[in-house]
T-cell receptor, first 109, second 113 residues
């Protein structure tokens, strides 16, 4: 069983809609959580970084962590075609980053 | 002004060959990593070095040998390449190696034929 589970998608949404992504994890030692965006043939790019249960907002992006249910989410408001990418969630425990498989998102004009 | 840079970007080689991938970071970070991303896009940690010392060594064939000449560089040498080694290899770095976020390079696409 992978430590971080993520639906691979693809998730297709119309431009302007809210994109909702989520992951579950099994490692209780995870304290920090990240969301990365990866465009095709590029390296993962850090989007959001959270370390406690609750919400964190940055522009159009909101990350949620619920440690009690081991559930993390990313919401993208007012989605744009340029948001089309693969989104990877990750948990961090003492320097060891464990990633989900990534969810492919397609935002259609 | 690239933060984490890897070379080469693409590498095509025959089975049985030995090859190296280089990584450098100019972020002043203490910790560097190698990740392998397979065809299903799953990123899996291979190694982690903190200030030139190996701290994470996942279940990786011993044909893979990382080398860190200084804390800004982490190279990956692969001996006797196999078809299954074909993947994208990402280098990453983080500040303290404990709970800080990691920054990734652009990847090296290795194809073994």
């Amino acid at each position: 069983q992978k430590e971080v589970e993520q639906d691979p998608g693809p998730l297709s949404v119309p431009e302007g809609a809210i994109v909702s992504l989520n992951c579950t994890y099994s490692n209780s030692a995870f304290q920090y959580f990240m969301w990365y965006r990866q465009y095709s043939r590029k390296g993962p790019e850090l989007l959001m970084y959270t370390y406690s249960s609750g919400n964190k907002e940055d522009g159009r992006f909101t990350a949620q962590v619920d440690k009690s249910s081991k559930y993390i989410s990313l919401f993208i408001r007012d989605s744009q075609p340029s948001d089309s990418a693969t989104y990877l969630c990750a948990g961090n425990s003492w320097g060891k980053f464990q990633f989900g498989a990534g969810t492919q998102v397609v935002v259609t004009p | 002004d690239t933060a984490v840079s890897q070379t080469p970007k693409y590498l095509v080689t025959q089975m049985g060959n030995d090859k190296s991938i280089k990584c450098e970071q100019n972020l002043g970070h203490d910790t560097m990593y190698w990740y392998k991303q397979d065809s299903k896009k799953f990123l899996k940690i291979m190694f982690s070095y903190n200030n030139k010392e190996l701290i994470i060594n996942e279940t990786v064939p011993n044909r893979f040998s990382p080398k860190s000449p200084d804390k800004a560089h982490l190279n990956l040498h692969i001996n006797s390449l196999e078809l299954g080694d074909s993947a994208v290899y990402f280098c990453a770095s983080s500040q303290a190696g404990t709970n800080d976020e990691a920054f990734f390079g652009q990847g090296t696409r290795l194809t073994v034929v």
